[in-house]
């Protein structure tokens, strides 16, 4: 059964966010709000959540998982980036984009694009999820919470833990949240591509 934390929109308590922690540590997966949508997130080592998140959206290996980075120097480990790349991530974040670029060696291969060796990072304009990444120091292994024959993620805490009790190990609620997942852009090209409109505006990268 799901542990249902309740966390602070504006101010999360530091309590909450250790027994979070404590819980990734262990190997949890959790259900946690965004400044999108809900998502799903486990640690990168995690043993089983890529596989949990595979199994609960029904993904297959082609699937770009989403580091969710707690600010840029977190970010440039994970993937390359020449200064045009850089500078168009640093303009458009913090907020509700996610980039593809060329995984680094400190991606799992099997997180990476198996044939492009990409990864999607984004770094969320969100206090909780800022919070939780600053105590647990390493990024979220990631993706959108969306279920298989629904349109759009859903956005009550309490409904999520009913559908989700048995396959995830914590639901996060930190108030109101969106349904509209991330803008994902594909820089790994080298000119922007924007392959899903989302949250964040397309216009910058068109």
């Not at 390359?80 to 984009?97: E, L």
């Not at 990631?142 to 024959?149: A, K, N, Q, R, Y």
């Not at 108030?175 to 997942?181: D, I, K, L, N, R």
């Amino acid at each position: 059964m799901a542990r249902f934390v309740e966390v602070h929109p504006q101010d999360p308590q530091p309590r909450a966010i250790a027994q979070l922690v404590a819980m990734l540590r262990e190997d949890a997966l959790i259900a946690y709000p965004t400044d999108s949508c809900y998502a799903l997130g486990c640690r990168l080592d995690s043993r089983t959540g890529a596989d949990r998140i595979r199994r609960i959206r029904h993904l297959d290996e082609r699937h770009h998982f989403t580091l969710v980075c707690s600010d840029f120097a977190q970010l440039g480990q994970f993937v390359h980036q020449d200064n045009a790349q850089f500078r168009a991530v640093k303009a458009a974040t913090p907020n509700p984009y996610t980039f593809i670029l060329p995984a680094t060696k400190e991606v799992p291969r099997r997180f990476a694009h198996p044939r492009k060796k990409t990864v999607g990072v984004r770094i969320p304009d969100h206090p909780f999820v800022r919070a939780l990444l600053s105590a647990l120091g390493e990024p979220l292994l990631s993706s959108t919470l969306l279920l298989p024959g629904v349109s759009e993620p859903p956005t009550d805490a309490w409904t999520i833990k009913e559908e989700l009790d048995h396959v995830v190990d914590a639901v996060v609620d930190a108030g109101e949240c969106g349904t509209v997942p991330t803008t994902v852009v594909d820089l790994s090209s080298g000119s922007p591509e924007v392959v899903r409109v989302g949250a964040g505006d397309p216009a910058r990268f068109e």
